[in-house]
């Protein structure tokens, strides 16, 4: 019997993002796994879960993805709409909820009823993101009262800030204590920033002290004189018989948190950078865990959880590992978005909940796993908003090109116009061409591989370096 399924895509209506191409199959089917993925969940003005069974807007997950969601569409009102929706989700003791609207989900709670920490660290950062990319301060304003309780809630140390859900769905478990300074870190510093932007600036430098302040407590209680971050006895390899239902030291996410969020001591940062490498080598012929005796296979593998993604890829692409972080992107063995899309039990065509195959519990069109797609934009293309931006008044062009990857092509919308970055690498010769092109009433700073920056205006340019 011969039958026909037809489907319409259904979605929010907004613009569409950066478009993109590559010369890389790998690459360009990542990237529309991903997207299958978001394109199914941005429906009635949430960022959903899942399309099909909760269908929650959580917070967690944008936080882990949203700027990868903002690569793929404009959500310039979008978000703005969300950040009202926990404004008004927010409860009495100044938590911010695990959705919106709130559902009467509270797990790992910050404190009552509001949300764990690293999903309550979405409010303050999507405001910094909405003036960044948007050039929004209208909501900032509005929201400055509802970020402020939350802050004074953090300052009051309670005990849900080192007992939320940490670096959710991971192969290899990161310690809830450690993430949550981090997270409570990222609040702080995005709180600090908003202040500064609003005219509050003796609260500004309030919380970049306070920010200081808590580096200096996560190195002295979590970093070890080898460099590994981590709370306990127990040291990856993640790779025994069996996973153990414990946390690890020296995992992926802990290493990869402290070199993103500039935690780690600069005299500590080799040793952290080569314990984070290590363990990504070794991590071959992962076990799997759920539905089925999933093995995965040689070479190195990503073991974080939706939070960990994206620090894991861009730490090791801003190092001079670019090469590395396109390798466990792209690798189609167990645990990668690759495997999910060919395997013994299922070929999916979207990003699943779980690494492991599920056909009983978890999800299999999930877009938290999605930061693969902030990867690619702010690292392979190289663009972001430059960290003094409004509404990309100044961005960065910073390619850091893998060798298996021969050339790239994105033209990126923005507020001011589009930006368009093409670049081609020899692999014959090392050397690398930069073609970029940057809308009037922006300014750009531009970093080829090798370190030599340009300040340009709008215009085309075109650059020449060796790899």
């Known amino acids: 019997v011969e039958s026909k399924v037809f489907f319409t895509v259904c979605l929010s209506r907004f613009s569409f993002g950066m478009e993109l191409n590559t010369s890389d199959p790998k690459l360009n089917l990542l990237r529309q796994t991903v997207k299958n993925t978001f394109d199914s969940n941005m429906m009635g003005g949430i960022q ?3 399309p099909h069974r909760e269908r929650f807007g959580y917070s967690g997950d944008p936080l882990a993805s949203g700027e990868a969601a903002m690569s793929l569409y404009d959500l310039s009102v979008f978000y703005r709409k969300r950040a009202v929706d926990f404004n008004e989700a927010q409860r009495q003791n100044g938590g911010f909820t695990e959705t919106a609207p709130y559902v009467g989900i509270h797990d790992a709670s910050l404190n009552g009823t509001a949300g764990p920490i690293g ?3 979405y409010q303050p950062v999507l405001l910094l993101w909405l003036y960044k990319y ?4 209208r909501v900032l304003n509005e929201s400055y009262a ?7 809630l953090l300052d009051a140390s309670p005990s849900g800030i ?3 859900l940490g670096d959710w769905m991971p192969v290899e478990p990161t310690g809830t204590d450690f993430t949550g300074r981090g997270f409570q870190l990222m609040s702080y510093r995005a709180y600090a920033n908003i202040s500064g932007i609003l005219g509050y600036h003796s609260v500004q430098t309030k919380y970049e002290n306070k920010a200081a302040q808590l580096v200096q407590a996560i190195n002295d209680k979590f970093l070890d004189p080898s460099g590994c971050y981590g709370n306990g006895p127990q040291t990856s390899p993640y790779h025994t018989e069996k996973l153990r239902a414990a946390t690890f030291n020296c995992t992926q996410t802990g290493q990869a948190m402290g070199l993103f969020m500039q935690v780690t001591p600069e005299g500590r940062r080799e040793a952290v950078l080569n314990n984070l490498v290590e363990n990504i080598k070794k991590a071959s012929y992962v076990p799997g865990t759920g539905q089925g005796p999933v093995k995965g296979g040689p070479g190195p593998h990503l073991l974080s959880g939706m939070f960990g993604i994206k620090w894991v890829l861009q730490v090791l692409s801003e190092t001079g590992y670019e090469d590395l972080a396109y390798e466990v992107a792209t690798t189609g063995s167990y645990p990668s978005v690759l495997w999910m899309r060919e395997n013994e039990y299922s070929n999916a065509t979207t990003i699943w909940e779980s690494w492991f195959f599920s056909d009983n519990v978890y999800s299999h069109n999930h877009p938290m796993f999605g930061s693969f797609e902030t990867w690619m934009q702010q690292s392979l293309v190289g663009f972001a908003p430059h960290p003094s931006a409004r509404g990309m008044s100044r961005v960065l062009i910073r390619p850091r090109p893998p060798r298996a990857v021969e050339s790239l092509s994105a033209r990126i919308p923005t507020v001011r116009g589009p930006v368009g970055v093409s670049w081609q690498l020899s692999s014959s010769t090392s050397i690398f061409t ?4 940057i809308p009037p009433n922006m300014a750009a700073v531009v970093v080829l591989p090798g370190g030599i920056t340009h300040d340009i205006g709008s215009g085309t340019y075109n650059f020449t370096s060796m790899l």
Request: with cysteine.
């Open 48 to 50: 959903s879960d899942c």
């Open 119 to 121: 999903w309550a660290t």
């Open 134 to 137: 948007y050039g929004e301060v």
């Open 146 to 152: 509802a970020t402020t309780r939350y802050i004074e």
């Open 162 to 164: 080192e007992n939320g």
């Open 434 to 437: 930069l073609t970029v092109t």
